[in-house]
């Protein structure tokens, strides 16, 4: 036995959670690594090749051989690529490249990698306010609405004709005929872009605070040669539109708002009498002890407490926190005026939970 606090331990526990603590050490550093691989595009173009010395692999990536070989003895002591020691040769496997590459979209979990190493830059900002309170601006993080995009092309853009769309009933079939749309905290705006480009006949509005989130929107718009969109920088708490819009969506955007309940009141209010609320938010109880089963529950609070709480703690705001949860959530949504409420989980997406809401 050991002796810790004047408390005895059994060896037996501290050894156990030493191994999960070098297990945790070993997958923060693949990911970090992984993000890598993303962002190089080394994963693309090891996807479906035949072994390949690291020379091979750095001229074909465009890439500076040492650190492609580095990267390559992360990856292959991580059990990620496979090594021929014969051959000095490098190897994806299929099942790997089918989970890792652009290719694999909307399966890409490279790409969710990203986010730890967009979030650690702000980690002396976080410390800080732990000792200080306060938060850390959206405008510190770079390449968020970057990251954000490619994310959202894998959760809501590839499943939104198939199995977000569907969720509201005949919503197809007016989205054909031509109603208003609004997506609240649009970001780049790729889902906008891609509802605006399906239904012509409809017309689409984008709000976000973000100026360059609104740019992206508008150049993809450009980019596609579209007419029926329209992207506004604008505060969500301060929409000041009145029964004008059929649909209004908010894809991951309500619980880092700084005044959440106001921008639930603004959207109620703008939609018409038989407009439908669309909300796709983080799938979480409210109350932590029901999260300890969310296999990824860490990570949800993590992200929480490096950005999503943070960013309107920065604006003295309500601070939900990424597990504000479904209880919450639904209250806030009764408090604004949605008298039905529907909830949805889609199979293709354990983050996020779909709420559809009406005046009732
Ligand atoms: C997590 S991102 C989601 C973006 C986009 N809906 C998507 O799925 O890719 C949240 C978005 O809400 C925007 N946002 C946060 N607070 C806002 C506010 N008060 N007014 C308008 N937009 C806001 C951010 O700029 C960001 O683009």
Known sequence: MATIHD???APQDVEAFGNRLLEMMTG??????????????LFDVLAGESPLTSYQTADKAGLNERYVREWL???????????????QTYQLPDAHAALLTRAATPENMAATMQWFAVLGQVEDRIVDCFHNGGGVHYSHYSR?????AEESAQTVVAALHDHILPLVPDLGDRLQEGIDVMDVGCGAGRALNLLAETFPSSRFVGVDFSEEAIEMGRQLARDRGLTNTEFIVRD??????????DLITAFDAIHDQIDPAAVLAGIRQALRRDGVFLMQDIAASSHLHENLESPIAPLLYTISCMHCMSVSLANDGAGLGTCWGEELAQEMLRDAGFGEIALHHLDHDIMNTYYVARQG
Not at 73 to 87: F, K, L, N, P, Q
Not at 144 to 148: C, L, P, R
Not at 236 to 245: D, I, M, N, P, S
């Open 28 to 41: 923060a550093s693949l990911a970090m690594m992984i993000s890598i691989g993303h962002r190089t595009g």
């Open 144 to 148: 968020f609405h970057e990251v954000m």
């Open 236 to 245: 969500a708490a301060q929409l000041g539109e009145t029964v004008r819009f």
């Open 73 to 87: 003895g992360a990856m292959v002591t991580g059990r990620v690529i496979d090594y021929d020691s014969e051959t």
């Open 7 to 9: 408390t005895q331990v």
